[in-house]
């Protein structure tokens, strides 16, 4: 399939030499700094060797259109949404291509509020873009590059603030930490080691040169389990590059799937920070609305995308939320996702309980979520949804993010992805076999259409 920049809620990302290219970001950031009117704009990034030369091109970009760059460097994507309003930023990028395969590169963009932008401001800043007509100034009106010291600092007080740090230094917990040679390699460990943690590391270089795939999936963890059975460690956590995503491993050294990210967190918040809503995406696991139901706490669920789910969030008063992805969300510490905020959660829940991440995975009902991608051009996107819709039209059906069908035992649910040319299908049961065979069918029937359709793929 021929490459092409991917544009929509979750930012610009394309290619690296091919779709996404040094033009493509000046272009813009400048459009960027138009939107947002001249002022301050934080800037950060991972540690894709592409980063670099990117930030330099979004620097450009910025200053030629009047805005002042604000460097955070090497940094979590969480820590930049929590900084731009700490700082009384216009504005922030994020340079990430977050759990995209090491070619690929991204820019994601923050509003004044800290939170990316809603799918309608996105398309106003996506209209200057191909409008072309950017602001500029004269070099009389270039402002100054500032370089911000220690970025993180803020946002990890804050979540020490919010969890009980004294229970979790007092477990003395030993733990493993895959962090996927990107971000978490420069903080991770000193994050856990400031909840009295012994921490063990693999892939924890901040080359970019990633090791493993860079989502955080069970198959992608194998190093990982081998670290947490050698030194006998409490629980391993996985981080995506940019680390605003967290996968678990019990103590075992086995995956858990990375919705039990969620729910452990949601079970931790409502029990012992205060119960409330809980908001997540359609394509979230049964076993977080089960922890919800079991305190009587009602479930939102939104259309994907991080934004979509901070947006249900936020109207609802939820107290917490995240992605099925393990994407975790507290609004009291930031709205947005953040493996560092799951990561102290899930601790805090293993101190207060004083049970093992495999008791506590025990008693959640098991639901098994199988997840497939068909590569397709975008063009066919919606004639593919509408097969799909038809074939199920029988069903009880939910089209509010492309065709989420419940059945019997689960559901499914197939979707543009906002992050690659592809169409994502998702499906859960109770049994395992069930979802694999749910998940093929769909998968089969849309290749079978696309068949049919010379040039789709």
């Excluded at 805005?67 to 504005?91: H, N, S, W």
Aim: some cysteine; proline content about 6%; glycine content about 10%.
């Amino acid at each position: 399939m021929k490459e092409f920049l991917k544009v929509g809620i979750s930012g610009v990302r394309g290619v690296v030499g091919a779709s996404f290219t040094p033009q493509v970001a000046v272009a813009f950031a400048r459009a960027f700094a138009s939107f947002l009117g001249q002022g301050s704009v934080l800037v950060g990034r991972d540690t894709r060797p592409s980063g670099f030369a990117t930030e330099c091109a979004v620097v450009a970009g910025l200053q030629s259109s009047g805005c002042k760059p604000v460097l955070a460097g090497i940094v979590p994507t969480p820590t930049i949404c929590m900084l731009v309003p700490l700082l009384g930023a216009r504005g922030g990028i994020a340079i990430t291509a977050s759990h995209n395969p090491p070619q690929w590169n991204a820019l994601k963009f923050v509003g004044p509020n800290g939170l990316f932008l809603s799918p309608q401001r996105a398309n106003e800043l996506f209209d200057i873009y191909h409008q072309g007509e950017f602001a500029l100034v004269g070099e009389d009106g270039l402002p100054p590059v500032t370089t911000l010291e220690a970025p993180a600092e803020e946002h990890f007080n804050k979540i020490m603030q919010y969890v009980d740090a004294s229970a979790v230094r007092a477990r003395k917990f030993r733990v493993a930490v895959d962090c996927c040679n990107g971000v978490g390699a420069l903080y991770t460990r000193a994050f856990l080691e400031r909840l009295g943690c012994e921490v063990f590391t693999c892939f924890d270089t901040p080359t970019g040169a990633f090791e493993r795939e860079p989502e955080p999936l069970p198959e992608n963890l194998g190093t990982l389990g081998a670290l947490v059975r050698e030194h006998k460690c409490h629980v391993g956590f996985a981080q995506d590059p940019d680390g605003d995503r967290l996968a678990i491993v019990n103590e075992q050294g086995e995956p858990i799937g990375e919705d039990l990210t969620v729910a452990f967190a949601v079970q931790q918040v409502l029990d012992c920070h205060g119960k409330g809503p809980v908001a997540i995406h359609l394509s979230t696991s049964r076993s977080v609305a089960w922890v919800a139901e079991q305190r009587s706490c009602p479930v939102i669920r939104s259309k994907i995308g991080e934004i979509n789910v901070v947006q249900a969030l936020l109207a609802a008063g939820a107290v917490v939320g995240g992605e099925g992805n393990g994407g975790v969300v507290v609004p009291a510490i930031h709205p947005c996702r953040d493996s560092f905020t799951g990561m102290a959660l899930v601790l805090e829940l293993m101190a207060v309980t004083g049970k093992t991440v495999s008791e506590l995975r025990a008693a959640i009902p098991r639901h098994y979520l199988v997840k497939d991608k068909v590569p397709v051009r975008g063009e066919r996107v919606t004639s593919i949804l509408r097969v799909v819709r038809r074939k199920y039209e029988h069903l009880k059906i939910n089209l509010q993010d492309g065709v989420y069908v419940e059945i019997d035992d689960g559901w499914f649910h197939v979707r543009a992805s906002n992050t690659e040319p592809v169409i994502r299908i998702s499906a859960e049961a109770r049994n395992p076999e069930t979802a694999r065979q749910i998940a093929q069918t769909v998968r089969a029937e849309i290749l079978a259409y696309l068949a049919k359709e010379p040039g789709s793929f």
